[in-house]
């Protein structure tokens, strides 16, 4: 999953959305590295990735991408299953998106100081490009995937992979909404489990 799945999956817990967040960011062992909650919120993010790479309906979402992206296939599942969160937010929370999305802007701003180096790089970029709101809509995933291809070396062109999704769009997303329904649950059992303490990291 993308960054906004990855913050919604963590519930109302700032600490937990923060540590998820940054999920790509951290190595090693975040609890020497951040208090229990953001480390929390980094273990979800490992355990949301394992659950999704390893899930059949992901896989056979990728499938549509393999033979034209090859292994960039999971990079534009993950993105688009963030634009198929965003488009139909109002499904899955009852706050507003841009609400949400600024709400969390301001949660990361003040822990910013905390964060690794890289998360307080690429904070005024996502922010000054509304990266999480562009997700709802089409062209602003197609650009997202534009800049993404710049930063690879094979440049495979993967903003081309709208097409793929249009072509293909009831089965995306019926694979997405099946899907993540089973992640929610998952997630919100491991969030239980450590408010409980019934869970170590």
Not at 23 to 49: C, M, T, Y
Not at 103 to 127: G, H, R, T
Not at 134 to 155: C, E, F, S, V
Request: without cysteine.
């Amino acid at each position: 999953m993308n960054y906004l799945a990855h913050i919604y999956l963590s519930g109302n817990n700032p600490d937990f959305k923060v540590g998820n967040f940054i999920g790509d960011f951290v190595k090693g062992n975040p609890n020497e590295q951040f208090s229990d909650d953001i480390a929390f919120g980094v273990f979800l993010h490992r355990k949301i990735d394992r659950f999704t790479d390893t899930h059949t309906l992901v896989r056979k979402s990728r499938s549509f991408f393999f033979s034209e992206f090859s292994h960039y296939s999971g990079v534009i599942t993950d993105v688009l299953f963030d634009y198929f969160l965003a488009h139909h937010w109002s499904s899955y929370h009852q706050q507003n998106l841009t609400i949400f999305v600024e709400d969390f802007y301001k949660i990361l701003k003040s822990k910013l100081s905390e964060l690794p180096l890289a998360v307080q790089k690429i904070f005024p970029i996502m922010v000054r490009h509304n990266w999480l709101n562009n997700y709802q809509n089409l062209d602003g995933i197609q650009h997202i995937l534009y800049q993404m291809n710049k930063r690879t070396a094979a440049k495979p062109g993967l903003e081309n992979s709208i097409l793929t999704l249009k072509h293909n769009y009831t089965d995306l997303k019926k694979y997405f909404v099946d899907f993540f329904e089973e992640l929610r649950t998952y997630t919100q059992t491991l969030i239980e489990a450590y408010q409980q303490k019934k869970l170590h990291l």
